[in-house]
């Protein structure tokens, strides 16, 4: 990619996001991290605590879970869906012996024949919380790091398992030892689940039956006295929004190059999940990008191809990690969940207005022109970008191992594409333009368009004679509408109209309106 280019961002709103992606991942309600992070900075708030210690307490509320994104995949070796496991576990009560242990009995091979499934439990119960643990710390320490959000936050993630008694792990850390945005990270996090289980009384008990154990008592004190104020605030007001106003001290905004910087982390934490997609969407970007350019789009909407690529498995984080693993065929309840995965990497995106695009154009990466694809859109509502992200995709996927197949060469890949292209699922240009920036030969195909008109441009022209205004032209091509201003005000000069009526009359006569536009 050539420099960055686009608006600044800000990193709360791509945090926000990665929140709820991590809510997907750990079988959480969605908007589970960002109510933990409201009534962390309220109770941080009452406490008296500078901005630079609630900002602290703010991030690390909204990123606790990340490193149980890969921990709760390890339950994969004990349940064909650790998300349904993990979703039992937020029911059940921390401060009981009685009901964790009930939690493994239930869960822990649940499916499998007696004995196989005694052994399960026997070597759960031999192997304990550690390793679990040990994973959530280092996949946490990680992403601290790869986001770059300071060292009190990066530390602070990883100590998000330990318990005011030093019972905790992995580090066994005991009262003032854990730091300050974890202990209440912990506070906050049971507060919000057992709130939404069984109202302020189950909030307030489990507090009280933790004091002194799994949570600092000062602490567990204050949001017991604070509880009906903060728990109705908390479901009175508009999540995604409270959040954002929450932001301790000046909001810290994203350069370009710092946006996609933070999008490859998060990359990282989707792929991460099974060792099969380890760096696929750092790939898909890549190619998808550079591919844009060569089709001549525009520096702006090159980079929001490179990002949407970035982005665009999130919502794997929402299927089991025993689906993307099985080696082999999957059942139809197994392929439904997968087909789900591109509508979640929407759905985390979609409350963000400066990634929201994004979301939208990563929900098409799976779609093809037929409408065969895992949402069926058909070609009439795939723009430029959208055929783009979809080739890249296939073609890197099938440069990949998956647990069914070895992975194929990049020349082997490359002929799948075509083949697609061929049998009208996948857009020849955009295979083309793809092949190309993955330094695959490809054979030039010279296509004249009258006037000097780009590809790009006729798309922006089939838009305008369908009477489409400039606004949706804009969510249609995820560009911003001065920038379809822009190009029709290019195209008219080109072909010498100034009026929608002439440009389609132009188009007519030059053999430019798609059959079904």
């Not at 650790?82 to 869960?107: F, M, Y």
């Not at 649940?110 to 040990?134: H, M």
């Not at 049971?190 to 109202?199: C, I, M, V, Y």
Request: proline content about 5%.
């Amino acid at each position: 990619m050539q420099e960055s280019s686009g608006p600044r961002v800000r990193l709360a709103e791509v945090v926000a996001s990665l929140s709820l992606a991590t809510d997907l991942a750990g079988g959480l309600p969605l908007e589970h991290g960002l109510r933990r992070s409201l009534l962390a900075v309220w109770l941080g708030e009452d406490a008296g605590l500078s901005d630079d210690e609630l900002s602290d307490v703010y991030y690390v509320a909204l990123l606790g879970t990340v490193g149980c994104s890969v921990e709760g995949t390890l339950l994969a070796k004990v349940s064909r869906d650790e998300l349904a496991v993990l979703r039992d576990g937020a029911t059940v009560d921390p401060t009981s012996t009685r009901e964790i242990v009930a939690w493994v009995l239930r869960n822990f091979g649940a499916e499998e024949p007696p004995l196989r499934r005694i052994g399960i439990v026997l070597s759960a119960i031999r192997s304990g919380q550690t390793e679990f643990q040990t994973v959530c710390r280092d996949v946490a320490l990680q992403v601290g790091e790869m986001l770059a959000i300071g060292p009190t936050i990066r530390q602070a993630l990883a100590e998000c398992h330990e318990r005011w008694d030093g019972a905790g792990g992995p580090k066994r850390l005991k009262g003032d030892d854990i730091r300050l945005p974890a202990r209440i990270f912990n506070v906050a996090h049971h507060a919000d689940l057992f709130n939404r289980l069984g109202g302020t009384a189950a909030a307030m008990a489990v507090m009280r039956r933790g004091r002194g154990k799994l949570y600092d008592p000062n602490l567990a004190d204050r949001f017991c006295r604070l509880a009906p104020q903060l728990l109705s605030r908390l479901d009175s007001e508009p999540t995604w929004d409270a959040v954002l106003s929450a932001e301790p001290g000046s909001p810290r905004m994203l350069a370009p190059a710092e946006l996609d910087a933070v999008g490859a982390a998060i990359a990282n934490f989707a792929d991460i999940r099974s060792p099969f997609t380890v760096g696929h969407s750092s790939g898909v970007a890549a190619v998808a990008g550079e591919a844009a350019r060569r089709l001549g789009l525009s520096d702006d909407d090159a980079a929001t191809v490179h990002r949407a690529g970035l982005l665009h498995d999130l919502g794997r984080c929402g299927v089991p990690a025993a689906v993307w693993n099985k080696p082999g065929p999957l059942t139809l309840s197994e392929w439904e969940r997968v087909k789900e995965h591109p509508s979640l990497t929407e759905l985390v995106l979609a409350r963000s207005g400066a990634l929201g695009h994004l979301g939208a154009l990563a929900g098409l990466h799976h779609e093809r022109l037929d409408g065969s694809g895992y949402r069926r859109v058909t070609a009439s509502f795939l723009p430029v970008p959208a055929r783009i992200l979809a080739a890249a995709d296939a073609f890197r996927t099938k440069t990949e191992p998956r647990p069914f197949r070895a992975a194929l060469t990049t020349d082997a890949a490359a002929e799948h594409v075509r083949d697609e292209a061929r049998l009208g699922t996948l857009d020849p240009e955009a295979v083309d333009a793809v092949l190309a920036a993955a330094g695959q030969r490809v054979r030039p195909k010279p296509r004249q368009r009258p006037a000097g008109l780009s590809d790009r441009e006729v798309e922006v022209l089939s838009l305008v004679i369908r009477g489409h205004s400039n606004r949706q032209m804009a969510e249609i091509l995820f560009v911003s509408p001065k920038t379809v201003d822009h190009h029709i005000q290019h195209i008219y000069d080109k072909i010498g109209v100034s009026t929608r009526v002439g440009a389609t009359l132009y188009a007519l006569q030059h053999g430019l309106v798609e059959h079904g536009s």
